[in-house]
Nanobody, 119 residues
Framework: VQLQASGGGLVQAGGSLSLSCAAS????????MAWYRQVPGKERELVAA???????NYADSVKGRFTISRDNAKNTAYLQMNSLRPEDTAVYYC??????????????WGQGTEVTVSS
């Protein structure tokens, strides 16, 4: 499985950015795609996730501002980020959890993409 992330960049506070992540390879029908982020000195944290049936969950810090979606036909996930804040600045990583949670799914990661929000 390979993940190709795109998007990100520099934006002023209050602005918007979008990320996309295209997955390829042996992808199981049951899976979850997600975005994590990490800043230096801190652990990687879950930002948003969406299952193959469209169930979503978000970090409290991004609820109401970020929207995750996916196109199953394209095996692609999207993250629309609105009302960005300086504290959203991080390297964002795309993740695919391949398989059902009860079946010891395997995590795959894309390359990180930087998001910088200036104040």
């Amino acid at each position: 499985v390979q993940l190709q992330a795109s998007g990100g960049g520099l934006v002023q506070a209050g602005g918007s950015l979008s990320l996309s992540c295209a997955a390829s390879g042996n992808i199981f029908a049951i899976n979850r795609m997600a975005w994590y982020r990490q800043v230096p000195g801190k652990e990687r944290e879950l930002v948003a996730a969406v299952t193959n049936v469209g169930t979503t969950n978000y970090a409290d810090s991004v609820k109401g501002r970020f929207t995750i979606s996916r196109d199953n036909a394209k095996n692609t996930a999207y993250l629309q980020m609105n009302s960005l804040r300086p504290e959203d600045t991080a390297v964002y990583y795309c993740n695919l959890r391949n398989g059902h949670s009860a079946w010891s799914p395997v995590d795959y990661w894309g390359q990180g993409t930087e998001v910088t929000v200036s104040s």
